[in-house]
């Protein structure tokens, strides 16, 4: 697979961290609300307003955690498991006890990052029932890290959300959200993404990370891990198809959760926002405010969303009114930074 080489000047990094965030918080106050009521509460779609102050929701500050951890863990070397899991596993303890930690998280997130402060192996701590979106709204730092190889980058963004959210799903739609921010990084076009996704799930339907994920599939009561994770990779198969089929007949002014799913697990986050960046692929703010005003997880479904516009048209997508007024700006720059570099 051929992909193009990004433009030097492009700094992914930044347009994904930024943008991330920047549609975590136009959907923090959008979230757990209706389309007619958030029309009725901010008017048309397409105007929608980056409050002041601009907070974001604990999608952000778990990116900042994880992107932090990564970085802990290559300070010593090569990404390795046994490097990851314990700057993560601190980081994810130090955000449950952190004051600002105030933005209505997960069940899952605060249950498993609960037991995993406690000595114990990390899959106990694992909430193996659960695909929510907490998983992957975090990832995208993954797909960011210069120089990994293909078992480091799918090995890290399943191991990352395993350490809260066990279900195979989970773990396959981190590892589809890092590998598309990845490609549109790497200057893949938007218009082959969902093919290129596709394919990657097939190939990958079958293989269990067995040095990152240790004995999960055991905790998750399967009878082999190659079960275990293909649940996962099937349920995320079956999203990217409703993708395709959205995309087949654009619908721009309709609710794009009515096609794709409210986006409260996993696979449904991953398509719903891949759905609205590709109906807006060179209109990031465009995109992020369709993303913003759904039904479903707002929150969650736009951050993903700025993580994938700003990995395809890198730090210029977003206007500088917007960006610097972000909360948590000098970390996600300070991340942001390293990559790009």
Sequence with gaps: MTIATPPLTKQAATGVLTGLALGDALGFPTEFNDVPSILAKFGPWRQLPLLTPAVVSDDTQMTIALGRAIRTAMDSGLL?????????????????????????????????????????????????????CGANMRVAPVGLVPGLSEEQRAGAAQLQAALTHGHPTALAASDLLARAVFLLAQGAEPLGLIGRLRSYAYDNRSRYHTRWLGDLWRHAGDATPQAYIQRGWDECLTALGSVQDALRDPSPETDPCERTG???????????????????????????????????????????????????LGAAAWPKEWSERIEYRSDLLSLAALWDA
């Design 80 to 132: 390795t498991p046994e490097r990851l899991v314990g700057p993560v596993r601190e980081e994810f303890v130090a955000w449950y006890h952190s004051p600002d930690n105030n933005r209505a998280p997960g069940n899952t997130c605060l249950t498993a990052c609960r037991l995993l402060e406690f000595d114990r192996v990390w899959q106990e701590a694992s909430q193996t029932h659960s695909k929510g």
């Design 262 to 312: 409210d986006g409260w697990i996993a696979e449904e986050a991953l398509a719903s926002a891949l759905h609205c960046f590709l109906l807006f692929p060179e209109e990031p703010v465009t995109a992020l405010r369709r993303a913003a005003c759904t039904r479903g997880d707002s929150d969650s479904i736009a951050c993903l969303t700025g993580a994938l516009a700003g990995a395809h």
